[in-house]
């Protein structure tokens, strides 16, 4: 993927996207492979951690799917048995993940499966790109590692081009700040069994952790750890605002359940996210599935 020249440095055009801005996932990608990544938690060991065993359950921050096309869509998982602590209690190793796609809830009439390698340079974060698949209708997929399973989600791919459609059912999210509720609703949109939800934003919020009385509106809860306000990567990964956004349990079964479609304008890919003068945009976020942000990475 990543070509030297005669020196032995890299192509710039192998770490842009097809719009030609800098893409961070290919430009973490080739640091890896040249050996020269480092990280908070120290240096990346380039061997795959064989037979791993986890200090607890690795699928805690659940699993999501998106990004649906008429022939597949992209499923997500991170690795953090210990969300709150360092890495999410993993070893700077990258580790293999297994997946399968199946017709059946059951996960029988199983018609794809492979491994892909969860990085630590990545956050030990997993994009399996699905392809090859049957147009409009329901698939199931689930990961493992280590013996371990995760839950099993659901994932709708599009209808062909120029099909007819009597209805198509979705549901709109968004604005899911913490303190804000404890979003039972996420229940209920999983149990409504839609095409797929379409999340506006604002899917995270850098801001520091709200206290009671620290503003005219109720705070229902206090953010754990009382974190501070973010202004890093290395302050989204480990313990903010998706490990608590994402790992509600009552969004669990939503992030499972069903496509992910967030807002794409026109002209550019943009995601709604406070601070950064309002809005935040980068050309490797491809009209992606919650699962692709930053910080979920």
Known sequence: MFRRNAFGQFNVDDFLTEAGT?????????????????????????????NPVFAAYPFGLGIASGDPSAD?????????????????GMPMKAVEVAYEIATEANMRGNVQRGTAL???????????????????????????????????????????????????????????????????????????????????????????????????????????????????????????????DGSRPPARPCLGALDRLLRRPRGRQQFRRHGLGGEHSAGDLRAAPCGRLPGLV
């Open 22 to 50: 800098p893409s961070r996932r290919r430009f973490l990608t080739g640091l890896a492979a040249s050996g020269l990544l480092l990280t908070g938690g120290g240096v990346i060991d380039q061997r795959a951690w064989a």
């Open 118 to 244: 969860a990085r630590p340079e990545l956050g030990h974060a997993v994009h399996v790109e699905i392809a090859g698949l049957e147009p409009n209708r329901d698939y199931f997929y689930r990961f493992s590692c280590g013996g371990e399973r995760s839950m099993i989600g659901r994932a709708r791919t599009l209808p062909a081009a120029g099909a007819g459609l009597e209805r198509v059912n979705f549901g709109v999210l968004g604005c899911q700040r913490y303190e804000d509720g404890f979003f039972t609703a996420f229940r209920h949109v999983a149990d409504e069994r839609f095409d797929f939800v379409f999340h506006y934003g604002d899917y995270i919020y850098e801001y520091r952790m709200i206290r009671p009385n620290e503003r005219p509106l109720p705070v229902a809860r206090v953010m754990p750890g009382e974190p501070d306000e973010i202004y890093s990567l290395a302050d989204y990964r480990p313990a903010l605002r998706h490990l608590q």
């Open 72 to 88: 597949g869509f992209v499923i997500w998982t991170k690795l953090a048995p210990l969300p709150l602590a360092r890495n999410g």
